[in-house]
């Protein structure tokens, strides 16, 4: 292309002027230099000829010759067809040519050299494309790593933070959550021990006040009721008083037993797991622990006082309420409002029915705490009124024999003494031992109406006498002696049906007194 | 001479598949990882919830165990005055050892302060025989017998005052008749007031057990 341009750019030079006689063939070194290059084209620079063109010996330029300018490359036809005179300038050129057209490839070389080529460059292309993928990739495979590694590390972060946390056993940073929460709820339950420790010692201190006054007030009703003269108003202003008390530390000591002893935790890791009876079961040892050692303390000192033998009893009375699942129901089930009616109403009564019931009552409370309080007033409430049992053996009697301690069954020969009694509280069973004197033979029928009576009372069952035997004459009057067995009345036996020695409904038969079947 | 050619194995990275290996074990160890953080923050954020309860509940329990201890003191105080000499009573009335030589001489005032007061009381006979653990072992038993000779009223007298033993007003000795045996001489029978009657009493006093640590 620049070749090319270079030769039209020859042929519009206008022609030098040719003296007469001069060769008018066209001769290289009359052609005029190549117009410069376009600069829209790159275009070599213009090669310099390396010698200058020899002058011709006939042929003078009429002008100084033009500057020596590079000589287009031209085909051979036409320098070879062209002129022959000039044949060792023309070996000459031709050297010289040859230096031009070595220097036109090499140039034409440094040119393609620098200049891509259209069809080779696809290779090429294809390659960079692939390194490109290639760079992506491994962009993406760094960003991937980096993920990789930061996932992983912030993973390993977060199980070794949540292991230093909640391990039952890592204490490199100092105590952590877990074992905080497990001495938290250790300081709980020891402080919650310390609570029930007061609560059942003050429950105690409350239950030996329920002792003395239900006590003191079973007592002066009791003399109340004997009919104790001179005293009577002391002893209803304390019995009074006492009704007042006694439902006022009742509720007390439900106040005092009925909250749970366990205080609710939330287990740590570090914690084993317990069944609520064995955390019952926990707290309740927990709570004997804290009361022995009260008892230790006091009694490491040699020489006890007696306010530290009280205390010891204190101490080992509370030790019987822990756990004592019977008074706590007897407690919790009992209504005060109940109790101080009954109170009241035995206190203006003094019925021996509503004393029973109370006394049971308050037996079923104190018995449980088995402190030495409650064994008194167990033992008391055991006791049998014999005075009252002696009274009501004659006062049966009399229904049968109206002149029955009267002293007249010796001088009228007509009534009933008896010779002996014998009481075992052992099994509640009476031995009576007597004499019945009849004028009409009818001693029979006598003990007959005294066994009756007897079975009658609400004092007495399971009257039974089998065998009579009687002697004497109408002069001298008839003797029959008896001696009967019976039990006494309990509480367990009346709410049964006992049933009596004798069927109240007899049938009258010719040969007298038939027992129905 | 041809010139030896060296093979050069290089080998081929598949990024794709380690990217694709990268990006499965991140997503797992990431789940994983994320499903564990999960439930351990679960147990974390109770720990930490219930040792912030746990420290508010321990400051408001200690405050008030002070102030239950303090009416605790007050009470037993408080008790200790109104009841020393119930306490004390109690000592006599159910005493820590049977201490029989003190109930004899007791038993022997009441019979001759009652003879005195009104005649007639005679006892003829006393033997303590040797105690015992009753059934459920809270308390020991001293059972002992005596016969006396005596009226109707004194006996009255006397069975009134066994039951009414252990009264905490008088720290008297808790007695109680087991059996009672009764003769009357002739026939007079029960009612006569001044005839002497055999009685036969079987009775049984009653003192504590010690109570051990161990117990």
Do not use: H
Request: glycine share 4%; no cysteine; proline share 5%.
């Amino acid at each position: 292309m620049a070749e090319s341009e270079n030769i039209q750019g020859n042929q519009q030079t206008p022609a030098p002027s040719v003296e007469k006689g001069a060769d008018l063939s066209v001769k290289p070194q009359t052609t005029t230099p190549p117009a410069p290059a376009t600069p829209t084209t790159p275009t070599p620079a213009p090669v310099q000829p390396t010698t200058p063109p020899a002058p011709a010996a006939t042929i003078k330029p009429a002008t100084p010759p033009a500057q020596p300018m590079p000589k287009p490359a031209e085909t051979p036809q036409k320098e070879g067809g062209i002129s022959f005179s000039n044949i060792f300038n023309k070996q000459k050129s031709k050297r010289q040519d040859t230096k031009v057209l070595t220097g036109i490839l090499k140039k034409k070389d440094t040119t393609e050299t620098k200049l891509k080529p259209i069809l080779g460059d696809a290779p090429v292309l294809q390659k960079t494309i692939a390194e490109e993928r290639t760079i992506k990739l491994k962009k993406q495979l760094r960003l991937v790593q980096s993920v990789f590694v930061i996932v992983f590390l912030a993973a390993v972060g977060s199980a070794f933070y949540f292991y230093s946390e909640l391990s039952p056993t890592f204490d490199l940073f100092g105590p952590n959550t877990t074992q905080r929460l497990k001495d938290v709820n250790e300081n709980l339950r020891g402080v919650q021990t310390q609570l029930n420790k007061y609560r059942y010692l003050a429950a105690q201190l409350d239950l030996n006040r329920f002792s003395f006054i239900s006590s003191d007030f079973l007592d002066k009703t009791g003399q109340l009721a004997n009919g104790a003269s001179g005293q009577s108003a002391a002893l209803s202003r304390s019995v009074g008083e006492a009704a007042q008390s006694l439902p006022i530390l009742l509720t007390n000591v439900r106040t005092q037993l009925s909250p749970n002893i366990v205080v609710d935790t939330t287990r740590s890791a570090a914690e084993e797991e317990l069944t609520p009876q064995q955390i019952q079961k926990q707290a309740e040892d927990d709570l004997r622990n804290a009361l022995l050692a009260d008892r230790r303390e006091i009694t490491k000192n040699a020489d006890l006082t007696i306010a530290n033998e009280q205390d010891l009893k204190l101490i080992d009375n509370t030790m019987k309420l822990v756990g004592n699942k019977n008074l706590l129901s007897t407690v919790r089930s009992a209504s005060s409002e109940q109790f101080e009616a009954d109170l009241n109403t035995y206190a203006s009564s003094l019925e021996s029915e509503s004393r029973k019931e109370l006394a049971a009552f308050m037996s079923s409370i104190l018995s449980s705490t088995k402190s030495d309080i409650a064994t008194i007033s167990t033992i008391k409430a055991n006791k049998i009124d014999w005075t009252g049992i002696m009274s009501g053996i004659e006062n049966v009697t009399r229904t049968v024999d109206p002149t029955f301690g009267a002293g007249l069954a010796q001088s009228l020969g007509d009534g009933i003494f008896y010779t002996g009694y014998s009481f075992d509280t052992s099994n509640n069973k009476i031995l009576l031992s007597g004499v019945t004197k009849t004028t009409t033979a009818d001693n029979f029928t006598l003990i007959s109406d005294l066994i009756e009576a007897l079975e009658l009372s609400s004092d007495f069952m399971d009257v039974d006498m089998r065998s009579f035997s009687k002697a004497g004459t109408f002069a001298a009057g008839f003797t029959s002696n008896f001696k009967i067995d019976l039990l006494l009345e309990t509480e367990d036996a009346k709410n049964q049906n006992a049933p009596v020695a004798l069927e109240p409904k007899t049938v009258a038969t010719a040969t007298g007194v038939q027992r129905s079947q | 001479m041809a010139l030896k050619t060296k093979k050069i194995v290089i080998p081929r990275k598949n990024y794709q598949r380690q990217i694709r290996t990268y990006v499965v074990v991140t997503v797992v160890i990431g789940v994983a990882a994320l499903i564990y953080g999960f439930f351990q923050f679960q147990d974390l954020s109770t720990a930490r919830a219930a040792l912030e309860d746990g420290q508010t509940r321990l400051s408001e329990m200690t405050s008030f165990e002070a102030q239950i201890a303090d009416q605790y003191a007050t009470l037993k105080t408080a008790f200790d005055q109104d009841f020393e000499n119930v306490r004390n009573a109690v000592d006599g009335v159910l005493p820590s050892e049977e201490n029989y030589t003190a109930l004899t001489k007791t038993l022997d005032d009441f019979v001759l302060t009652l003879n005195r007061q009104s005649p007639s009381i005679f006892m003829s006979n006393l033997k303590f025989s040797q105690p015992r653990m009753d059934a459920d072992e809270e308390y020991a038993i001293l059972p002992f017998s005596m016969t006396l000779s005596t009226t109707r009223a004194n006996l009255e007298r006397f069975l009134q005052y066994t039951e009414n033993s252990g009264s905490l007003d008088d720290a008297s000795r808790l007695l109680d008749v087991r059996s009672i045996t009764i003769n009357f001489p002739g026939e007079t029978g029960l009612g006569q007031e001044q005839e002497l009657l055999t009685v036969s009493l079987s009775l049984n006093a009653y003192f504590q057990t010690q109570q051990t640590e161990e117990q």
